[in-house]
């Protein structure tokens, strides 16, 4: 069973600080995803990673995928107030677009 | 990228009573996928529902409880069926990606309130 597992589950920040939050999965996967939810709403895409050493970056956040060690990671640079939400990774179950999803990462950012 | 639409966005229901999501997208796919998210918890899949075809269930979710319907192959819709205030969730509606394409998209969710 493909299980996926994200570290911390809440943070709290300073702007201006770094931090990088982990994905950790069981199995073999051919796609991982990045999501933010804010509150009552629905998934945001951010980035979509493929393949071994992938690395994609947007704005102030950067993520990166081993495929080896089983492990991506969202890393968020000099944060801002505007990246408050919830972050979820999810992986591909088996390449059939079935998505497992991470616990979620509740990401504050204080003034 | 695919647009997904579902309705209703949002509904307060009665307990025992039940509701149908509609889930519409602007390009033919072959496969839509129905996800929950309890409040306060990760998403998790409920069922795929493939045109021509029943739903394939995950563990955990039967027919009886969250009937779908797959008319065609830009449309679905998922009953949530005899509600009780433990059905209370977002519900969204996630579609396959084209070849080429590497996204997961998801519509803008129904939340539902049991009361």
């Known amino acids: 069973e493909l299980k996926v597992e994200q570290n911390p589950l809440f943070l709290s920040m300073q702007e201006g600080k770094n931090y990088t939050i982990y994905c950790n999965y069981s199995t073999t996967s051919d796609r991982l995803y990045w999501y933010r939810q804010d509150p009552g709403k629905s998934l945001e895409s951010l980035f979509v990673?493929?393949?071994?050493?992938a690395v994609k970056q947007e704005g102030r956040l950067m993520a990166s995928l081993d495929t080896k060690a089983r492990l991506s990671t969202l890393h968020i640079t000099a944060a801002v107030h505007d990246l408050s939400a919830t972050y979820f990774c999810a992986v591909d179950r088996w390449g059939a677009q079935k998505l497992v999803f991470g616990q979620g990462t509740r990401l504050t950012i204080n003034p | 990228s695919a647009v997904i639409s579902q309705k209703p966005s949002r509904d307060i229901c009665q307990r025992g009573t039940s509701l149908t999501i509609q889930c519409q997208v602007d390009s033919q796919v072959t496969m839509m996928f129905w996800y929950r998210q309890q409040p306060g918890q990760s998403l998790t899949l409920i069922a795929t529902a493939n045109q021509g075809s029943e739903a394939t269930y995950e563990s955990g979710f039967v027919i009886d409880k969250f009937p779908i319907s797959r008319p065609n192959l830009t449309f679905s819709t998922l009953t949530v069926s005899n509600m009780s205030p433990e059905d209370s969730s977002i519900y969204l509606c996630s579609v396959e990606v084209p070849p080429g394409v590497a996204e997961a998209f998801f519509g803008q969710g129904t939340r539902l309130t049991v009361v």
């Open positions: 990673l493929l393949s071994n050493g």
